[in-house]
């Protein structure tokens, strides 16, 4: 009951339904999934650990700050982890990846017409589990997926038509370099769409900086990204 209590919450705090700073209502959450406050206790207490929620003793429990840090740290990894990954991929690949890969973005196509933001998330979630599944790197997988959470909600933040657009070309351009089978090629896609995705979060911070535990630091560098 605490994993099911656990995930109803974190699902709520990543798609945003409980945004960032908003206060949580124990009583509420009760009500809502018919459990005592135990299992809501326990969850709250291991998405601390996770760092989606705030507990401060007497005062009640909150939805964290995003952490730009830590956004930065974890797309550095993804970024790194991704790029070598698809460097082994090229070359070796099953061809039903091709395939794939192409009704995926197919799909993203379809989301984005309807602007249909939620369903073009789990489907850009799903471009990038196609190649790891391919792979079979589940270690790789699992070390991204830690993080994915935090990730997912800062995400979530910047979706706009434009990103929706955006992001589907640069999925292209890194299925292009899979299918010249290149890896510099399909590298570079990777790093440009993270870096792409760092850099609009970085302007949607200095517009919003109640979102951001850090968001207030930013100064006139923040536009320069160790990245390259």
């Known amino acids: 009951m605490t994993a099911e209590v656990t995930n109803a919450i974190r699902h709520a705090i990543v798609t945003l339904a409980l945004p960032p700073g908003s ?6 959450i009760c009500a809502e999934l018919g459990v005592s406050r135990f299992p809501v206790s326990e969850a709250l207490a291991r998405l601390q650990i996770e760092g989606l929620v705030d507990i401060a003793p007497q005062r009640g429990s909150t939805v964290s700050l995003v952490r730009l840090a830590d956004v930065r740290e974890y ?5 790194g982890l991704e790029s070598e ?3 082994v991929l090229i070359g070796s690949h099953d ?10 973005i197919a799909a993203q196509r379809e989301a984005a017409e309807r602007d249909d933001a939620e369903t073009f998330h789990q489907i850009d979630v799903e471009f990038h ?3 790891y599944r391919s792979m079979g790197f589940t270690k790789i997988k699992t070390i991204i997926d830690s993080a994915r959470a ?3 909600r800062a995400r979530r ?3 706009t038509p434009r990103r929706l657009a955006l992001t589907i070309a640069e999925h292209l351009a890194i299925f292009d370099g899979i299918l010249a089978q290149d890896q510099a090629q399909a590298a570079r896609a990777i790093r440009a769409h993270i870096d792409a995705v760092m850099v609009e979060l970085f302007a949607f911070a200095r517009e919003h900086p109640e979102l951001f535990a850090d968001g207030a630091t930013l100064g006139s560098d923040s536009d ?3 990245f390259g």
Do not use: G, Q, V
């Open 23 to 28: 206060a949580i209502d124990k009583s509420l």
């Open 75 to 79: 797309m550095l990894i993804r970024k």
């Open 85 to 87: 990954a698809l460097r």
């Open 95 to 104: 061809p039903s990846l091709i395939e794939a890969l192409k009704a995926n």
């Open 129 to 131: 589990d196609i190649i």
């Open 150 to 152: 935090n990730l997912d």
């Open 157 to 159: 933040m910047i979706i």
């Open 224 to 226: 320069s990204f160790p």
